[in-house]
């Protein structure tokens, strides 16, 4: 035994230090590999959908009312079990309403805990005792699990058990105990949540959705493109700034930023409408839904007309810092003729339908103009000092990546940046070309730094990483060549709108080329999977979103309302228990209220992926590969204090 190993044993021998000790927590771990694997939950692009995304987590993908079925089969009605699952979905919410309309609450009280604690008893079978007594609510922790480790139909044990469904009941504190049950099947039904990209953006609440999953028990996040480039507004990036703006403004979310967020959009207010108060328009429309109030339209209009302005001229800015990005082709400020209202791309000239740009100087067109620069330091500083974006971010940055191997998957939000050749496409970054894994490893590392790091050099250099990989032809995330904005708000040839897709996209059915990208990520092609989101699968034009034969899986089907007329259902999850993987489409969510008030829950189909050979244990996972090093450390323990070499209690 070497002093490195001799030095790793005696920390070890802080926490066990007697040979009994060491044994006991072998004997548990052991046990625990045994048994079943918890159930994972994958979501992605819920681009702001707050409320169809609170609704999907706390019922699971349908997974509270499986257990619900598999618990009362026959024994209880439909309505009964559509009633069940709205309680524990909504317990809060539903017991106002069932105080007011029951006759005899007490009856209705004593039937929904006997009912909630066999459901309980259900979900928490595959965890050990250890870990759902931590998941418990602390102050009624010990009655809780007396409730779901007691087996009323025992004899001795039943008037005991009954008693205390009583006494509960009898001292006024049902409601809670009913609440704190339902938030624990919540809890218990769902192990992991994975977050495959695109929280932020279209929708109405991305931030009601992350204060959501800080506080979610255990969840990974992928960094979607809509994501990076809130983070690099966190970090102070002035040309994402300039992004996360103009698309609030676009999509009738400005209430995001200053009712979310707090950002003081003001200096933008005041600035549009002296600056823009005579301009042309027409070409920024307001995308808004119901909740928007019209009366704001002109203004709205006329902020989104000048924060593309200032985006272009940023973005700008950014390119010409950055030569190796490779988007010369996209610097178009300097390629507007004013005399013909013309715009020359890829060398050939299109007519435009705007050239109202009262702040932009031809000769120096990506220059901002004082006022311009005094708004952006402004919005710089607000978002810099928002403390709850802030959070989020640090959230972000903590539990994410921009991808993740876990329990044999392979999870990213976009694509492998590939040639049309099939292979790896090589991206420059700072000097150097990078593919495949190393492409993605190498763009995290520098976006990490563009929002951490304190000298100034690096962390402007990181923050333009952050952008590019919001929007860059090599970024993974992003997938395309090109994006096309200033085309789409001034140039009427929709030819010049096209977004054309990575090689990657056409290939997804290829097993070559997808074993390929999971030998890259060090998986085992026989039995690993791609969960992949970012592109709306549009089941509407029959197109599936399991392709290669179920290797890989594309989960985008439209969570976002503005994605659901094209898709034609609001979005797939997946569902992977111990038994397989099931994808859910659903159907659209009308809203919270109706879900409570009508016991209405999410309409879904469910399509299994894969029925596995064999129940999968913890044994097969990541933890229980964690769990088997424990184990053989603690033996190489025992050894020690066995043959001599280190003396029980000593350390």
């Not at 029951?102 to 929904?112: T, V």
């Not at 399991?546 to 994605?563: E, M, T």
Request: charge should be negative; include cysteine.
């Amino acid at each position: 035994m070497n002093e490195l190993e001799l030095k790793v044993l005696k920390s070890l021998a802080h926490q066990y230090p007697t040979i009994a000790a060491a044994s006991t927590e072998i004997i548990n771990l052991q046990a625990i590999l045994n048994l079943p694997k918890g159930t994972e939950h994958f979501l992605t692009d819920i681009h702001g959908e707050y409320e169809q995304f609170r609704h999907v987590l706390k019922n699971g993908s349908g997974s509270v009312r499986r257990k619900i079925d598999e618990e009362f089969g026959n024994t209880i009605t439909n309505k009964d079990k559509k009633s069940l699952a709205t309680l524990i979905y909504y317990p809060e919410e539903k017991l106002e309403i069932v105080q007011k309309e029951e006759d005899c609450i007490e009856d209705w009280y004593k039937i929904s805990l006997h009912r909630l604690v066999q459901i309980t008893k259900r979900v928490s079978s595959k965890y050990t005792r250890s870990k759902v007594r931590k998941a418990l609510p602390p102050d009624f922790a010990y009655v809780i699990e007396e409730l779901i480790t007691e087996k009323e139909e025992i004899l001795d044990k039943e008037a005991y058990y009954n008693e205390i469904i009583h006494t509960i009941i009898r001292i006024g504190k049902a409601p809670q105990f009913i609440i704190d049950l339902s938030h624990l099947i919540q809890r218990l039904v769902i192990d992991h949540l994975h977050i495959v990209g695109d929280v932020y953006d279209r929708g109405p609440g991305p931030h009601v959705i992350l204060d959501t999953l800080c506080e979610y028990h255990s969840v990974d996040v992928q960094w979607g493109n809509h994501d990076v480039v809130w983070m690099g507004a966190a970090s102070g990036s002035l040309a994402c700034i300039a992004n996360v703006v103009r698309m609030a403004a676009r999509y009738g979310n400005l209430a995001t930023l200053e009712d979310g967020y707090g950002i003081n959009l003001l200096p933008l207010v005041t600035f549009a409408l002296e600056t823009y108060s005579d301009s042309n328009c027409d070409a920024f429309k307001i995308k808004y839904n119901t909740d928007y109030n019209t009366k704001d339209l002109s203004m709205d209009t006329k902020m989104h007309k000048a924060m593309a302005i200032i985006q272009f001229k940023l973005e700008g800015q950014v390119i010409m810092r950055n030569p190796e990005f490779g988007m010369e082709s996209r610097l178009l400020l300097d390629k507007v003729n004013y005399e013909k209202k013309t715009v020359t791309i890829n060398g050939e000239e299109y007519p435009m339908n705007d050239v109202d740009f009262p702040t932009v100087d031809p000769k120096k067109p990506y220059e901002l103009t004082d006022d311009e620069m005094q708004v952006m330091m402004r919005l710089q500083q607000a978002f810099m000092r928002c403390e709850k974006l802030q959070r989020h971010v640090r959230f972000l940055f903590s539990k994410g990546g921009l991808y993740k191997v876990y329990n044999g998957n392979l999870l990213y939000h976009g694509c492998v940046p590939m040639d049309e050749d099939g292979s790896f496409a090589k991206v420059e970054i700072f000097g150097k070309e990078y593919s495949g894994k190393e492409l993605y490893d190498v763009l995290e590392y520098h976006a990490r730094r563009g929002y951490y790091s304190k000298e100034p050099a690096v962390r402007r250099a990181g923050q333009d990483i952050i952008w590019y990989i919001w929007g860059g032809p090599g970024s993974p995330v992003f997938g395309k060549e090109k994006m096309a904005t200033f085309e789409r708000y001034f140039v009427t040839d929709k030819s010049t709108h096209v977004e054309k897709k990575n090689s990657y996209y056409q290939m997804l059915e290829k097993e070559e080329i997808v074993n390929h990208i999971l030998n890259e990520f060090g998986l085992d092609e026989k039995d690993a999977h791609i969960v992949n989101g970012h592109v709306p699968v549009e089941q509407i034009h029959g197109e599936s979103p399991i392709k290669c034969g179920g290797k890989l899986l594309i989960i985008d089907g439209g969570f976002a309302r503005a994605y659901q007329e094209k898709t034609g259902i609001a979005g797939y999850t997946l569902v992977c228990n111990s038994r397989g993987m099931r994808l859910v489409a659903h159907e659209p969510f009308e809203s919270t209220e109706t879900a409570i008030k009508n016991e209405s829950d999410i309409i879904s189909d469910s399509i299994v992926v894969e029925n596995f050979f064999y129940r999968k244990q913890v044994a097969d996972t990541d933890n229980g590969r964690r769990l088997r090093e424990s184990i053989g450390d603690l033996e190489q323990l025992l050894v020690a204090y066995r043959d001599g070499t280190l003396i029980e209690g000593m350390y």
